[in-house]
């Protein structure tokens, strides 16, 4: 199991920065091979916005974020990530998920999807 819980959510104006962050626990953490972060605004699907490799070396992010958003892994304790959230527009304005694949053939059992509960962005204009 792995449980995931962001914070760093909260109301901003635009042209702001944010940064989320995203710690990993529980046993099967060793066994995370991608962290990202989703978003959800009202009525419309949840989104990706961010993937970063569990080892931080490869990150990959969704054109409307590119040279925006930077996702990113602490070097001091490697189950935390972060999105940093540069020049906030009022279109990112969304919950905000941190998702963790977990397992594979490397470690014998199936890949799962864990999510975080969610973080509140809120950007005004």
């Known amino acids: 199991q792995v449980q995931l819980l962001e914070s760093g959510g909260g109301l901003v104006q635009a042209g702001g920065s944010l940064r989320l962050s995203c710690a990993a626990s529980g046993a099967s953490k060793f066994m995370i091979n991608l962290v990202g972060w989703y978003r959800q605004a009202p009525g419309k699907q949840r989104e990706l916005v961010a993937t970063i490799t569990s080892s931080g070396t490869t990150a990959n992010y969704a054109d409307s974020v590119k040279a925006r958003f930077t996702i990113s892994r602490d070097n001091a304790d490697e189950n935390t990530f972060y999105l940093q959230m540069n020049s906030l527009k009022v279109e990112d304005t969304a919950v905000y998920y941190c998702?963790?694949?977990?397992?594979?053939?490397?470690?014998?059992?199936?890949?799962?999807?864990?999510w975080g509960q969610g973080t509140q962005v809120t950007v005004s204009s």
């Open positions: 998702n963790a694949r977990a397992g594979g053939r490397y470690y014998g059992i199936p890949e799962h999807d864990y």
